[in-house]
């Protein structure tokens, strides 16, 4: 089984990727997804963050942790030691579970922040110019300006993952250019 790890930063199109190769029968997890329901079911996130205002009738509101933790890197840190190691379990999960697939492919956007790379035998990166993006994450979550320039600021550059990288995919442009950079890309592994 060769595993494969999609990457990129914050609405560079790592949830288009999943859906194009889910559409042609590959088995992909999307660790997103994974963290929120972590985070919904974590006694842990919600003991370390109580005295906050991040919580919605009892439940932790994601856009109340996110906005706190995006403007204070030590908060994010201590959100992030909770939710990588339990994440990186189900990868492993994930990964047992196919293990008769000749491809897996895992959209992890903190690869390299959370030290998963080593899991992985490829890596795809997906960029995109950061206005692209700033106006891509706006446009989803509807959010301010001033919010999606502190996520896109909270992470790693793009520059410095395309580095560390087996393959890059130019996300500018049409989801048709995406799908098809993803098929050149297939080919080689």
């Known amino acids: ?23 042609k029968g590959f088995k992909v997890m999307d660790t997103d997804k994974a963290a929120h329901k972590i985070l919904n079911a974590s006694l842990a996130v919600k003991e370390e963050f109580k005295s906050y205002d ?53 959209s992890v ?18 960029s995109a110019k950061d206005n692209i993006r700033l106006e891509r994450l706006m446009k989803r979550s509807g959010c301010t300006l001033d919010y999606a320039q502190k996520r896109l600021s909270a992470q790693m550059p793009q520059n410095d993952k395309i580095q560390k990288s087996d393959f890059v995919i130019n996300n500018d442009y049409s989801i048709a250019d995406l799908e098809k950079q993803l098929a050149s890309i297939l080919k080689q592994v």
Do not use: C, W
């Open 1 to 23: 089984m060769i595993k494969i790890a999609i990457t990129g930063n914050i609405a560079s199109g790592k949830s288009e990727a999943e859906k194009i190769l889910s559409e």
């Open 54 to 106: 991040v919580f919605e009738n009892d439940e932790i509101s994601r856009q109340k942790l996110g906005e706190l933790v995006f403007s204070d890197k030590k908060l994010l840190k201590k959100l992030e030691n909770i939710i990588h190691p339990l994440v990186k379990e189900q990868i492993q999960e994930f990964f047992e579970k196919n293990s008769n697939e000749k491809y897996v492919f895992v």
């Open 109 to 126: 956007p903190q690869l390299f922040e959370a030290g998963m790379e080593t899991m992985f035998d490829k890596i795809i990166f997906i």
